[in-house]
């Protein structure tokens, strides 16, 4: 019997050695949020963040995220600090996610639509002198896991950093690298008590531009990326750094849409 060569060489050399070729330099020396500040300088006016009728384009969530940030710093904020934040999907989450990671601090989402009991777990174990928050937050944990934290309500009319310069932190003067802690997202406790999962500013970064090198059709000409997942779950830090590494527009869909409603 004969060995036949159904592909032509240089067919099977692109297949099983070509595309095979995934090694890649990560970006370890840049942060989460030096990735969308990145994008901010190369396109401005892009829409960055879309939700109903809103819209932001980079510039202006930039400068609304800095603002916040340097209220946070005068806060005390600082780098591996956990900063809660338990708001409904809106822009001012965004903004609050891009302030508490621009300032130094490690996001602590709390999804307000969780059980009380549980946000006061994790609020308790967690130990976070500072929460971001609206309206709907503010119910969901109730008034007595609030005692002890300083709470700043991204709803207020007339907020106190309206006024702050909307220029971005140095990284460096606030002691930040990548080593540090960008989230502590907590587990859904299904097995038992939730456990508190740490990711480094820098992780969402590298796989981000994987990500974004097209083996997942994620790149600076695609309109639109939406985030499905809870703000509760590390996933969503991967759609925050797909689409505002590449970007592209992030799309906050209404719960109804996400729930295939």
């Known amino acids: 019997m004969r060995d036949l060569d159904i592909l032509p060489a240089a067919e099977r050399t692109y297949l099983l050695e070509d595309l095979n070729r995934t090694a890649a330099d990560y970006p370890s020396e840049r942060c989460i949020h030096e990735l969308f500040e990145q994008q901010v300088r190369r396109a401005p006016e892009a829409v960055a963040l879309v939700h109903e009728e809103e819209r932001l384009s980079y510039g202006e969530l930039n400068a609304r995220a800095n603002r916040l940030a340097h209220h946070l710093i005068a806060l005390g904020v600082r780098p591996d600090q956990p900063v809660a934040i338990c708001l409904e999907r809106s822009p001012a989450m965004v903004v609050g996610l ?113 990500l974004r090198s097209g083996r997942f059709g994620v790149c600076s000409n695609q309109p639109c990326r939406a985030v499905f997942a809870s703000f509760g779950f590390d996933a969503s830090a991967w759609e925050l750094v797909m689409a505002f590494g590449s970007g592209a527009a992030l799309h906050l869909p209404a719960d109804e849409l996400r729930a295939g409603e």
Request: with cysteine.
């Open 98 to 210: 891009l302030a508490i990671l621009k300032a130094g601090g490690a996001y602590l989402p709390l999804d307000p639509a969780y059980p009380s009991a549980r946000l006061r777990q994790i609020v308790e174990d967690a130990a976070p002198r500072l929460l971001l928050c609206d309206a709907a937050g503010r119910a969901a944990l109730g008034p007595e896991a609030l005692v002890d934290l300083t709470v700043v309500d991204l709803q207020t009319a007339t907020p106190a950093w309206a006024e702050l310069p909307a220029s971005n932190p140095d990284p460096r003067a606030l002691g930040l690298s990548p080593r540090h802690l960008a989230y502590v997202i907590y587990t859904s406790g299904s097995t038992g008590t939730p456990k508190g999962r740490h990711g480094r500013a820098s992780q969402p970064g590298q796989s981000g531009d994987w």
